[in-house]
């Protein structure tokens, strides 16, 4: 499985971003999907995480705000993010989980100035 994760930039403080992330190969096997976050020298944490039949979990920092979708493809998931907030500031990646193993996409920077 790869996974190419896409749509992170710069925005101000209170804004939206959509980042989308597409699987490729074995997607059949894909049990869950998650998106993860790392700031600069922080560890790199899970926010969202959504499996085949479509059930979702947030990390409390993002809940009410971020929301993380399946595409319309197998494979594919978004995660739209609103009212975002200087320290939402990260490098995002996504994850697919198969039975035998995680597998990770390139991250996408997100950048919130105030």
């Known amino acids: 499985v790869q996974l190419q994760a896409s749509g992170g930039g710069l925005v101000q403080s209170g804004g939206s971003l959509r980042l989308s992330c597409a699987a490729s190969?074995?997607?059949?096997?894909?049990?869950?999907m998650r998106w993860y976050r790392q700031a600069p020298g922080e560890e790199r944490d899970m926010i969202a995480q959504i499996d085949t039949h479509g059930s979702t979990n947030y990390e409390n920092s993002v809940k009410g705000r971020f929301t993380i979708s399946r595409g319309s493809a197998r494979g594919t998931t978004n995660l739209e993010m609103n009212n975002l907030r200087p320290e939402d500031t990260a490098v995002y990646y996504c994850t697919a989980r198969t039975r035998e193993k995680s597998y990770w996409g390139q991250g996408t920077l997100v950048t919130v100035s105030s």
């Open positions: 190969g074995n997607t059949v096997s894909i049990i869950y």
